[in-house]
């Protein structure tokens, strides 16, 4: 059975038998097509912005469940991406992940790349040696080639990465890739990168620990790491600063919880049929704090009050996926706003 839906009968419409296709009009009153199309030509960031006060915080909350979900699912597709390239092995993908969450986003592109030029199986060939480790790190960075003099320290690492480069056969990426500008020197990449150093020194079996915790407060203890001595009182290579112990701050830990462990463990949970991994990624979500970014302080500007992570993380994929696609007509509080001006009207 066929049916043609218009909205004005201008026309006909007929089989290819010449047999006319039954046709029902959809009435509807003219000024929800005003509303829908207001929203859309809005230039607010948040297109419903004006009339959002006329939305019930409840239906608000309710409407979390389902965008967390679209949420996890995207970042899954980009996990079962990661999983094929490394042939299906959790822990090279969750280390390759691990280390583009180290990037925050300005740098997350290079740091991915340092993590596929250096595999995981030459990391724990040298996981109880700091030094070792710093050298094949930042060596496989390229930033070790940005200068061709420099102090006691630089030029350790660069002899050890001479040795270890010939022997592991490694190709470092480029140096200019990473980005230093407009960003606070505690974020540039020579931290981040001592640190992720550090870390896989600090705590062997990373993966192993992070799916038998059982709260989120063992992961800050897994995560607490200080960068080496030398950065200590160096933010780059060869130039002294201020002395500041260069540890990986609760913030930047909430944040690598919240877009790398959260989804990883949801999904390793998923496909090896462990359900209690789910929960637990779910349950992490929600008993860390809300996120503090521009997307969030915008909603918070009009009334929304998010509670944890798992909020802040709903009000993301609204935004991203809804409001600045001017997706309305699926947005489930676009809809309600069309919806009750049309019942006031």
């Known amino acids: 059975m066929v049916l043609h839906v218009v909205r004005a009968p201008d026309q006909s419409v007929f089989r290819s038998n010449g047999d006319p296709i039954p046709t029902i009009v959809l009435e509807y009153p003219a000024r929800l097509k005003e509303n829908y199309q207001e929203l859309l030509n809005a230039k607010l960031r948040i297109p419903c912005q004006p009339k959002f006060h006329q939305i019930d915080p409840f239906l608000m909350r309710i409407g979390f469940n389902r965008l967390m979900v679209e949420r996890l699912g995207e970042k899954t597709a980009t996990l079962e991406a990661a999983l094929q390239y490394n042939n299906n092995d959790w822990e090279e993908t969750f280390y ?8 925050f986003k300005i740098n997350s592109v290079p740091f991915e790349l340092l993590a596929k030029a250096l595999p995981l199986k030459v990391i724990r060939k040298h996981g109880t040696h ?20 420099g102090d006691d320290y630089f030029l350790g690492l660069r002899n050890e990465y001479g040795f270890l480069y010939k022997k592991y056969h490694l190709k470092p990426i480029e140096g200019y890739l990473w980005k230093f500008l407009r ?3 505690v974020n540039f990449p020579t931290i981040r990168i001592a640190q992720l150093a550090k870390l896989f020194c600090q705590q062997g079996e990373l993966f192993s620990k992070i799916l038998d915790a059982e709260n989120p407060e063992e992961l800050y203890t897994i995560f607490d790491v200080r960068a080496s001595q030398y950065w200590d009182t160096h933010y780059r290579f060869n130039y002294m600063s201020v002395k500041k112990a260069k540890c990986l701050g609760r913030e930047a830990i909430q944040n690598i919880m919240t877009n790398t462990i959260v989804p990883f463990l949801f999904v390793y949970g998923e496909r090896n049929g462990k359900q209690h991994l789910k929960d637990k990624a779910l349950d992490w979500l929600d008993k860390l704090p809300p996120e503090d970014n521009s997307i969030v302080r915008n909603w918070i500007m009009l009334g929304v009050e998010p509670r944890s992570a798992f909020d802040t993380q709903s009000l993301i994929q609204l935004q991203n996926r809804y409001c600045q696609q001017h997706n309305c007509l699926k947005c489930h509080i676009g809809f309600q706003i069309i919806r009750q001006i049309e019942e006031k009207d």
């Open 130 to 149: 700091l030094d070792q480790l710093e050298a094949l790190f930042f060596g496989q960075s390229g930033l070790l080639h940005e200068e061709l003099l």
């Open 96 to 103: 390759q992940l691990l280390a583009r969450n180290f990037g």
């Open 183 to 185: 960003l606070r020197p």
